[in-house]
């Protein structure tokens, strides 16, 4: 160090060259300074810069190498020497079968070497592969990457090895997937169950409503009583509710199960919605909600199955009544603007949806709870069906709705002059 007469402090080398005459007897001595500042300067920020890039590498979770175009160690971080069991000094310098011959299979380094030199000859990166490795006495499973460092001509002088251990990743996808599996197969059996069941209760119940609807209508003579009449009407409603809900639990089943088969052909959608409007308006006017059609006629006839699509608008009519309080309105309104399309709306003005809830509702055996629902009852089935129906059809349902301001439910069709290539690649899609 040499303080300048101005204050500044510098590094400088000093030079001794001592002047002698022709004896070799010493006269003095030449004195030359160099100011190595600067240089010393930058050499520390360098080795700084080092330390501070191989603690970085060393702290990464993956395994980084680097090897010359001779396949030697000029660098490994931490994660290497863990995985290898190798310490750094022994590798640098070396190539793999130098280092640790009896840790890899003569396989794997052959493999090995082959990949480097492809990166090396080409100067493309190796894609992704993976390879497995035991360590302590454990078989691993790795993801490797290889890429080439090239000098300013493009010469490759450099591969850089990333490798990950994939191992725990591997296992969870497996179980994963025998998961998945698995509640593929319970679902599966789930559904089956269900249809078979429903196949056993409607038998008896059919044979209870009928027998109610006779007892009912005192077809073989007076019940004795009017008390017996209202019981036998109330025999047969809570059968016919329950014939309902098997019915869906029933259509549900088959749907996931591919067991559905539908009658595709040309419908006169306007006499659907004019016989759904007319079954349902005796429910309505019970429930004081006023059920009025808005559609233009004529309507395009649709290509559908004409019992599937009675379901859909019986299902979407009757849950609006459900939902619409005394004094309220539902309207039935088709639009025929998209072209091979027909959108009917079935709108009302009833408690409306939260829009949280909207993708919720058309789950199987969603029923969404308030204050305000709790006594309307329901499987949450009906939103389910409809929306599989619509869709088994080459069609689509949408849900606008706000809470306190009603719903409206779109169902969008087919027309019958659609052709059915066009039907079957949306119903594939």
Do not use: W
């Amino acid at each position: 160090m040499f303080e300048f007469p101005d204050g500044k402090v510098r590094e400088v080398e000093v030079f001794h060259i001592p002047d002698t005459d022709v004896t070799g007897a010493v006269l003095g001595a030449f004195v030359i300074t160099h100011d190595v500042t600067q240089h010393n300067l930058a050499t520390r920020e360098l080795a700084e810069s080092r330390k501070l890039l191989q603690e970085t590498i060393d702290a990464a979770p993956v395994s980084i190498s680097i090897k010359d175009r001779q396949q030697r160690y000029v660098f490994a971080n931490d994660a290497t020497q863990k995985k290898l069991g190798v310490a750094r000094e022994d590798m640098i310098g070396r190539t793999l079968q130098e280092v640790f011959p009896g840790t890899v299979t003569s396989d794997t380094l052959i493999a090995m070497a082959v990949v480097d030199n492809q990166v090396a000859d080409t100067g493309e990166p190796f894609p992704f592969t993976s390879f497995d490795y035991v360590a302590d006495g454990e078989l691993r499973n790795q993801f490797v990457s290889k890429t080439p460092i090239k000098d300013d001509s493009g010469t490759v002088t450099y591969i850089v090895t990333v490798s990950v251990d994939v191992t725990e990743l591997k296992q969870a996808e497996a179980f994963a997937l025998a998961a998945k599996d698995e509640a593929e197969l319970a679902n599966m059996a789930k559904s089956e169950f269900l249809a078979n069941m429903s196949h056993e209760l409607r038998t008896p119940l059919n044979a209870i409503i009928g027998f109610s609807e006779i007892m009912q209508s005192e077809t073989f003579g007076p019940l004795g009583n009017a008390r017996y009449v209202e019981y036998a009407k109330d025999i047969h409603d809570s059968g016919d509710h329950l014939h309902t809900i098997i019915t869906d639990l029933l259509d549900l089943s088959r749907i996931e199960v591919g067991a559905v088969e539908l009658d595709l052909a040309e419908v006169d959608l306007g006499e659907i919605l004019d016989s759904t409007r007319t079954m349902l308006e005796p429910k309505a006017r019970k429930a004081g909600v006023t059920l009025i059609d808005r559609c233009e006629r004529p309507l395009p006839p649709i290509r559908g199955d004409r019992v599937r699509l009675r379901q859909i608008f019986i299902n979407l009519i009757d849950n609006a009544i459900k939902f619409t309080d005394a004094g309220g309105e539902i309207s039935i309104s088709a639009d025929t603007g998209t072209p091979g399309m027909t959108a009917v709306t079935v709108s009302d003005t009833g408690i409306g949806i939260d829009a949280a809830d909207i993708e919720r509702i058309v789950e199987p055996f969603v029923s969404l709870q308030s204050s305000s629902t709790r006594n309307v009852g329901g499987t949450g089935l009906g939103l389910s069906l409809v929306k599989s129906l619509t869709e088994m059809q080459g069609g689509e349902l949408r849900i606008d709705s706000e809470v306190g301001r009603g719903t409206s439910v779109t169902v969008t069709l087919p027309c019958a002059i659609e052709k059915s290539s066009d039907l079957d690649r949306r119903r594939s899609a």
